[in-house]
């Protein structure tokens, strides 16, 4: 919908400042290899899920060496255990079913090993990669456990988790014998270079001492470089194939809650602030406003009254200037019933209620209202307000010849509100001075969980930029 009151001014409204996000982590050390694909509710919000991880620690190369040059360690003396078993399970399958026996013992072996590689990767490398969703059975008892386990062996990160320590093992391996054939060739060459007799009873034919000097040093130099820079490529697997740690998972969901409770926090000031300067507002003109011409009326009804006796001309002027006080009374109750909760709102929408301040406005304003139907009640109060304020504000101080409002949506669950006006400028959130009216907007935005910015150069133009949560 669109309402047009005056011809629209020119400035443009600034872009909208970008979202944060969080990361929401999910599951346990034993439910994170679970497939993606949830059987029962998932712990934690899985919307953000994939907005990626936190940063990582720089690379500790010295940790780093060392765990490759384990993982070379774990090649040969580990590797072959469960690769044997796993073998042994499908080769004997069929042999009368004991080959599921061998099975079991290689899943519940490799569950522990992934885990453990999980705690590796942490220790050394500090990863925080992003937490997988998790599903869990609801199945209890003994036929739970079993359904939990065959969740987890079907799952997609089980299996990845297997993959990387496979290829880290090889991996490992693989470095370790570049690293060993190396250094072996390269004090052969220096060997034989320094000292040719060592060859003399082999029947090998032998280059010059110079070459093989350059051969010795260039092979030792390839050999130590590999492993240096080994742990790059080990860390790449970590964060390719790894699911994340629950240390990883904590961290996240620490900020993520510290992330929030801040957002909580401000929202909750934002709350008491306004609800303190509403309070006052309302007490300041009952005092100021409606009070006098209360006591005014109950004093010319007074006076009209003993006035009817003596002087009945008198005494019906007076009745008459009471029931013209008394409507005034009654046009300032409504107007400061407007100020709380306007009815136009709750009776003609968003819409009708801006174009009646636009109406009422000195200044000729531009309205362009755009907002979808099922705007919230809480949205659609602090929009008014805002324009409400800004356009009290444009024909107290701004010196401005026309202005502009813009409402409409910016996102599928974010309202922009827009106010511009060609004014002298200067406005500022000012809490400590004599005028206080954008600084309980501010507040009143904050508690509904929205941001305000006030751009106002001195000679203007005036730009209030509102944006607040619109889903109902």
């Known amino acids: 919908m669109n309402d047009t009151q005056a011809v629209p001014v020119s400035p443009g409204s600034p872009p909208a400042p970008a979202e944060p996000t969080t990361l929401l982590p999910s599951g346990t050390p034993e439910t994170a290899e679970a497939a993606q694909a949830p059987v029962a509710p998932a712990s934690g919000d899985a919307s953000a899920a994939g907005e990626d991880r936190l940063t990582p620690r720089p690379m500790p190369w010295a940790m780093g060496i060392l765990n490759v040059l384990f993982s070379a360690v774990l090649a040969v003396g580990w590797l072959w255990i469960p690769i044997s078993l796993f073998v042994s399970g499908i080769a004997g399958i069929f042999a009368l079913g004991f080959g599921i ?34 599903r869990t059975t609801l199945r209890t008892g003994f036929p739970g456990w079993l359904h939990q386990q ?172 009471a029931h013209q006080d008394s409507k005034d009374a009654i046009t300032e109750l409504r107007n400061l019933a407007r100020g709380i909760h306007p009815a136009v709102l709750d009776d003609r929408g968003l819409d009708a209620a801006i174009s009646a301040l636009a109406a009422r406005t000195p200044v000729p304003v531009t309205v362009d209202v755009q907002v979808p139907q099922d705007l919230s009640r809480e949205a659609e109060s602090v929009s008014y307000f805002v324009v409400a304020e800004s356009l009290t504000n444009i024909a107290k101080h701004a010196q401005a010849q026309s202005a502009r409002v813009s409402i409409r949506s910016v996102s599928p669950d974010r309202l922009q509100i827009v106010v511009v006006d060609d004014g002298a400028g200067g406005a500022r959130i000012d809490r400590g001075g004599a005028s206080t009216g954008l600084a309980g907007l501010d507040d009143r935005v904050a508690a509904a969980r929205g941001a305000l910015s006030v751009t106002s150069p001195v000679g203007g133009p005036t730009t209030i930029v509102a944006e607040l949560p619109c889903a109902s």
């Open 150 to 321: 065959w969740l987890i062996l079907s799952s997609q990160s089980f299996w990845r988790s297997t993959i990387h320590h496979l290829l880290k093992t090889l991996y490992g391996g693989i470095v370790g014998i570049l690293l060993l054939t190396g250094l072996g060739f390269g004090t052969l060459a220096i060997s034989v270079a320094v000292n040719p007799m060592v060859l003399d009873e082999a029947d090998v034919p032998a280059a010059s001492p110079a070459v093989l000097m350059i051969l010795g040093i260039a092979s030792i130099v390839v050999a130590l470089a590999i492993l240096f820079f080994s742990p790059l490529l080990d860390r790449l697997l970590d964060r390719g194939l790894l699911p994340s740690t629950r240390a990883a998972a904590l961290r996240a969901e620490r900020d993520s809650l510290t992330h929030e409770v801040g957002a909580l926090e401000t929202a909750r000031t934002g709350a008491v602030d306004a609800a303190t300067a509403e309070r006052l507002r309302i007490e300041r003109d009952l005092h100021d406003g409606v009070q006098p011409m209360l006591v005014a009326l109950s004093m010319k009804l007074g006076m009209a009254r003993r006035k009817l006796d003596t002087d009945v001309e008198a005494g019906k002027s007076l009745v008459a200037e």
């Open 101 to 134: 026996l061998f099975l079991v013992a290689w899943f519940l072996l490799q569950r522990g090993i992934n885990h453990l590689e999980r705690l590796r990767s942490e220790a050394v490398y500090g990863e925080q990669i992003r937490v997988p969703q998790t």
